[in-house]
Every structure is written in structure tokens, then in C-alpha cells.
């Protein structure tokens, strides 16, 4: 910042006349100088140390700025928490005691479950919490149970002696810990063909539309996914995020996602009350998402995409929707995004309907 003659006659302005009148009577001039020279000195300072403090600014760079932001946030954040909390008698049970081990595996509770879905009682624990207001420990009688058709070593229910249910799942139950973990153990340890049904399963793969499909049978559609085997023989290739390039998602108006350029299939399992997804890429990835959980990703070939795309259109009801979706992650400021109405409604056991409107799209693409 360059200091000029008119930014120190304006300094000047707001000199006290008593020294000025000390310098008129002097007469020599010296004290006008003086002045002068005191005030120049005040106004250089006032610039050196405005360069400086710009000068110190700029050196930082935007990561460090930012990195300094996102501290004071994560310290304000955390501030807010404590500043805050749930009385500790107004808690859940689940939730004052949120981990307990047995057999040497660690659970971690997951939410309420009804008392129609306990199977067998495996023993009878005494529980431990730490009370955050006395900072004293507490302790609660809890009967162990399995929840039918799911399996013992990864889901666990817990019923404490006020009487409330809870189920509580493998607190490490992933392939990041578990290398050895396959997608048999994943389906198979939730017994998703019997404990779960599909919401909603769509179609865009490669059709120029969208495909909504209903009365979708979710054990029939696993069997699909099978080799001569009998196994979901398929290769984990890690965790999965939306940065992935074939992780192009969308949504109806309905509210339902879908992944663009493949299939589908969400499905919800009502013991847990919790909701999963499957999503398939004409390429042969299926990505599992279980409980709102991570994201998994698995090569299942492309082969049982295809196969599994002709069961959905030869075995089940559906419906067409005009493809012009906006993308979920195009504008994250959209508070709506929405499809074009459904335009036609088509029942596989009818040949000749399906005909006549697969003729429409053709001549509509003309």
C-alpha cells in the first residue's frame, strides 16, 4: 500500500490546533517540521504494519486457512455436544448400554426389535454402562436371545429387565475387517430370502426408459445370482462410494433411487426393521449397501446382470417411465427432483399389449 501526500495531509486534518499555534509562534518552523515529521511517522508506521498483517495473511495458504476453519467447526461442534446432553434417565435401554461381548465378539445395539422375531434364549448376562451424570458405573440383568433366521455369530437380540427389546449386530461385521467375508455370507447371514422383500426394483439399463417392476419375488431373483454351485460366487473389490464413477444415482418422483444404466432392487427386512439395497452395472458390478450401512463392491459378472435383467421383464409386472431424471448429484441446492408421469403400464402375461407398446417407443424414437 503506497502512502501519498493527500493520505498525510488528511492525517493532518485531525491535528490538534494547540501545536499548531505552538509552531506559528515559534516562528523558526521547527516544531511545524517536527509535527510533520511525528504525524508522517505515525502514518508510516500505521502502512508498515497494514503490509505486514497482509503479508502474514498471504503466506498462509488456502489448505491452512482451511484446515484452521474446519477445526474451529469440529471444536464448536463438539462444544455444542457437550454443552448438551439427554438427561441419562431418559435414555433407552439400548442405548445406555450400547456394546456388550459374548463368545469374544463385540455387539453393538441397532435399534428396537419386536418380541415376535426372538428364536432361541442363549444365556442370561449382566450388562455394564458408565452413567455419564454420576460418572459411576450401572448395571442391568439382560437375557441373550437369536433373532429367527438370522445368524447367532453376527446378530444378537437383548432383553433387559424393564422388559424392552433390542437387536444388536457384529460391531466389526465388514469386509475391511473380515478379508474373508464373501457375498454368501452377506445374504446368507441375513437369510435375505426369507426375512426380506423387495420395495421397489427399476430398470435402466439400456433401454432409452426407465422400468418400474412389482410383485418381485426376492428369493427367486437370488437364486439368479447362484452358480452351478449354489453359491453367490462373486469377488469383493472393497468399499464403495459416490465419488465411483458407476455410482450414478437418480430418484422418481416417488422418492425411490435408482442407479442409471443398471438394475435396482431395494428391499427391506421387517424383523429389523431396516431397509438394503443392491445395485447391479451392466458391467457386472453389484454394489450392496445393508442397514444404511457402507457400501460394498462385488464382481458378479456380467453375464447374471443380463440374466437377471430377462427374468425381471419375462417374470414380472411393470411399468414404463419416460428416462429424463436429473441426476441426485448434479445440483446439491435442488430441493425436488422429479420424473415425467408414468405412461404406460404393461402386464408381461399379455403379449400383445407389451408388442403394442414397445411399438409406440419405436415409433416415438422416429
Excluded at 69 to 78: F, P
Excluded at 266 to 273: P, Q, T
Aim: proline share 1%.
Amino acid at each position: 500500500m503506497k502512502t501519498t501526500g493527500e493520505d498525510i495531509f488528511k492525517a493532518l486534518e485531525n491535528v490538534d490546533e494547540h501545536y499548531i499555534e505552538e509552531c506559528r509562534q515559534s516562528g523558526s518552523g521547527v516544531k511545524i517540521k517536527t509535527v510533520w515529521k511525528k504525524w508522517a511517522a505515525v502514518a508510516a508506521c500505521g502502512v508498515i504494519a497494514t503490509v505486514t498483517c497482509v503479508m502474514m495473511f498471504a503466506g498462509k495458504s488456502d489448505k491452512d486457512i482451511k484446515a484452521k476453519a474446519a477445526a474451529d467447526q469440529q471444536t464448536a461442534n463438539e462444544e455444542a455436544t457437550v454443552s448438551y446432553r439427554v438427561p441419562w434417565d431418559e435414555y433407552a435401554m439400548n442405548a445406555k448400554y450400547e456394546t456388550f461381548e459374548y463368545n469374544d465378539v463385540e455387539y453393538v445395539s441397532m435399534g428396537h426389535i419386536d418380541k415376535s422375531f426372538l428364536d432361541s434364549k442363549l444365556t442370561t448376562m449382566t450388562l455394564v454402562a458408565d452413567n455419564y451424570e454420576t460418572n459411576k458405573k450401572e448395571t442391568t440383568t439382560a437375557d441373550i436371545y437369536s433373532i429367527k433366521d438370522l445368524s447367532p455369530s453376527v446378530y444378537l437380540a437383548v432383553v433387559f429387565d424393564d422388559g424392552s427389546v433390542a437387536w444388536y449386530d457384529d460391531w466389526e461385521y465388514s469386509p475391511d475387517y473380515k478379508a474373508d467375508m464373501t457375498l454368501d455370507d452377506i445374504i446368507n447371514d441375513v437369510s435375505l430370502e426369507k426375512t426380506a422383500h423387495v420395495d421397489y426394483a427399476y430398470n435402466d439399463a439400456g433401454m432409452g426408459r426407465l422400468r418400474k417392476y412389482t410383485n418381485t419375488d426376492l428369493s427367486k431373483l437370488l437364486e439368479l445370482l447362484k452358480d452351478d454351485n449354489g453359491s453367490y460366487n462373486a469377488v469383493y473389490k472393497g468399499d464403495a462410494y459416490e465419488s465411483d464413477p458407476d455410482i450414478n444415482l437418480s430418484v422418481t418422483n416417488d422418492d425411490e433411487y435408482y442407479i442409471e444404466g443398471g438394475i435396482t432392487i431395494s428391499f427391506f427386512v421387517e424383523r429389523l426393521d431396516v431397509s438394503g439395497t443392491a445395485y447391479f452395472t451392466a458391467n457386472g458390478d453389484l454394489y450392496v449397501q445393508l442397514f444404511a450401512g457402507d457400501v460394498l463392491k462385488f464382481d458378479i459378472g456380467s453375464d447374471k446382470v443380463e440374466k437377471l435383467e430377462k427374468w425381471l421383464d419375462e417374470n414380472c409386472e411393470y411399468t414404463d417411465v419416460d428416462k429424463n431424471t436429473n441426476n441426485v448429484y448434479d445440483d446439491e441446492s435442488s430441493e425436488e427432483i422429479v420424473t415425467s408421469d408414468t405412461v404406460t403400464s404393461v402386464v408381461k402375461d399379455d403379449s400383445d399389449m407389451a408388442d403394442e407398446v414397445d411399438a409406440e417407443y419405436s415409433d416415438e424414437a422416429v
